[in-house]
Antibody
Framework: QVQLVESGGGLVKPGRSLRISCAAS????????MSWIRQAPGKGLEHISY????????YYADSVRGRFTISRDNAKNSLYLQMDSLRAEDTGIYYC????????????WGQGTLVTVSS | DIQMTQSPSSLSASVGDRVTISCRAS??????LNWYQQKPGKAPKLLIY???NLQSGVPSRFSGSRSGTDFTFIISSLQPDDFATYYC?????????FGQGTKVEIK
């Protein structure tokens, strides 16, 4: 069955860096665009980044562009988000999700990893 | 960016009720509109994609439709498991913006 498992979240001070990961299984990872979506405590959903199947195309929301970097390793069935210059407003649950080929939705999501930015 | 205006922000309903949630896009997004369900402490779950297509395994009491830039999500007969927050999302252009969410509570 399809599984997406995020890891690497935690408490980090403002201005510091953190890398979170998403391990995929149960499907051919290299066939799917992958995304990161975050949710601030008690708030709605924000689609912050996606990456194409080969990794050549990347998108970032304005709120994270220049500070966050998405990447993937198809050999390891893994997705990553390098987060630099973290701010308090980056606090939230970070979900990875996949997009099926020929579609534009997010059909499977991981359980999320909590990132807390605080001094 | 395309703005998604979802309404209502919350509603109270009873088991068996018909529930309707609306989402309006700030400009044309064709059929690139998806609906998700999120329960407390859980990840969102895809229910409807491309405005009206039921995701595999999702009960048929859930449905979606489009009229221009207005989209409607319907639960035909609310079940106890359906009390949750529902989000629309446009996937026509990046960023794939979400509506503000509709919390469906027990009356």
């Amino acid at each position: 069955q399809v599984q997406l498992v995020e890891s690497g979240g935690g408490l980090v001070k403002p201005g510091r860096s953190l890398r979170i990961s998403c391990a995929a299984s149960g499907f051919t990872f290299s066939d799917f665009y992958m995304s990161w979506i975050r949710q601030a405590p008690g708030k709605g959903l924000e689609h912050i980044s996606y990456i194409s199947t080969s990794g050549t195309t990347k998108y970032y929301a304005d709120s994270v562009r220049g500070r966050f970097t998405i990447s993937r390793d198809n050999a390891k069935n893994s997705l990553y988000l390098q987060m630099d210059s973290l701010r308090a407003e980056d606090t939230g649950i970070y979900y990875c999700a996949r997009t099926p080929a020929t579609r534009a939705d997010l059909d499977y999501w991981g359980q999320g990893t909590l990132v807390t930015v605080s001094s | 960016d395309i703005q998604m205006t979802q309404s209502p922000s919350s509603l109270s309903a009873s088991v068996g009720d018909r529930v309707t949630i609306s989402c309006r896009a700030s400009r044309s997004i064709s059929n690139y509109l998806n609906w998700y369900q999120q329960k407390p402490g859980k990840a969102p779950k895809l229910l409807i994609y491309a405005a009206s297509n039921l995701q595999s395994g999702v009960p048929s009491r859930f449905s979606g439709s489009r009229s221009g830039t207005d989209f409607t999500f319907i639960i035909s007969s609310l079940q106890p498991d359906d009390f949750a927050t529902y989000y629309c999302q446009q996937s026509y252009s990046s960023p794939g913006t979400f509506g503000q969410g509709t919390k469906v509570e027990i009356k």
